[in-house]
């Protein structure tokens, strides 16, 4: 494999830190060209020392003089801030790969620059496709980028599919571990509180997708991610709960074969898998010991306790400007939920009440899209300020 140029948005994330470890093991195969953060300075002026990237950016332009004073004397990395800098970070010249790993919606206009300039996209950034899914795919069609999955449970269908013909793949199974609640009863979610949700039994991840994995909010944005990817109804998607977190997803075929991919749960396979592939790279990530897991075990999930998936489902059917309504308010239930604005059982009620107020646009362009993100926005911390701030069931 020839060496490749890599940018990652959203270095100093879980995702981004798991791609430089990625990257330190194979230092022959990866070159890191630009390193992205908001305003982890600390972490982001490690990489830049280790890693000597050409361009770096932060968030705010007043954090670029306290960076510049903790670079070693012989780094040469240009530094940058806001928008523009990720942009430029997206779409540099000596770049062919993006690690698309920012959270949450700022990411999407980064992705897409990357995808306009026609780079290789190593997307983990799932908010991308479920704000703007039909537009981001079509204009990687029309530029010549490929998309590869981050996401291990994308990872494992877009390996499943491999060397298949597409019209034979009959359904997708998308396993879910179920989350640190699965087992709790239903009454006792509204005393659940952040460090309960943020404790995940299986994957180390950052806190946004943490709460989404409790809530299942992970698991629908995930649905509508597939959807775009494989180009796949989601009537021909299932969820299915497997806590053991080792069969990473399915696909069946029109001939009753399923095919699974499994494995630890590492996010470090599937992100050398999207910078290497089809070649393996020798991660010493262990072989799962098969004889010494007791069972492996599959069910649907419980909608009831878990609405945040019925109500992506909604959205996922609907289409239009309802999965960019659904990530926005989403976004702002997660981060009022961590604040303690907001009680766990009350997130999934601020979605329903935002989706079912917002007046859904078919087909919409770059702009619709970012308006109903913004009017989502919006109308979830008003629902806040109305109904939030108590423990309320
Ligand atoms: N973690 C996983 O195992 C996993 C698995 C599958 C998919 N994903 C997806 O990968 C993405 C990243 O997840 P993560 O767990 O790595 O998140 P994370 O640990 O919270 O890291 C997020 C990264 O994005 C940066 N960032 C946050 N807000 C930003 C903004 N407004 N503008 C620019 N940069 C911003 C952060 O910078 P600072 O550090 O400076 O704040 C950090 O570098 C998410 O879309 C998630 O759904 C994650």
Known sequence: MAEKNITILGATGSIGR???AIAEMFPERFRIRALTAKDNIDVLADQINRFQPDLAVIYESGGIDRLKSMLDPAVRTEIMSGKSGYEAAATLDSVDTVVSAMVGGAGLLPTLAAVRAGKQIALANKETLVMAGELVMAEAARCGAVIRPVDSEHSAI???ICGNRRQDLAKIFLTASGGPFRNLPRQRFPLITPKDALA????????????DSATLMNKGLEVIEAAHLFDVPRHRIEVLVHPQSIVHSMVAYTDGSVMAQMGLPD???AIAYALSGPERLETKIPVPDFTALNSLTFEAPDLEKFPCLKLAFRACESGGTLPAVLN???EVAVEAFLKDAVSFVQMPQLIESVLTAHERV????????LEADQWARHAAWQWIAANGG???S
């Not at 995940?200 to 709460?211: C, E, F, L, N, V």
């Open 18 to 20: 798991s791609t430089l």
């Open 158 to 160: 877009f390996q499943c």
């Open 200 to 211: 995940h039994p299986t994957w180390q991840m950052g806190a946004k997708i943490s709460i």
């Open 267 to 269: 996010m470090k396979a």
């Open 328 to 330: 926005a308010a989403n």
């Open 362 to 369: 078919a087909g919409p362009d770059m702009e619709a899209i």
């Open 390 to 392: 108590g423990k309320a």
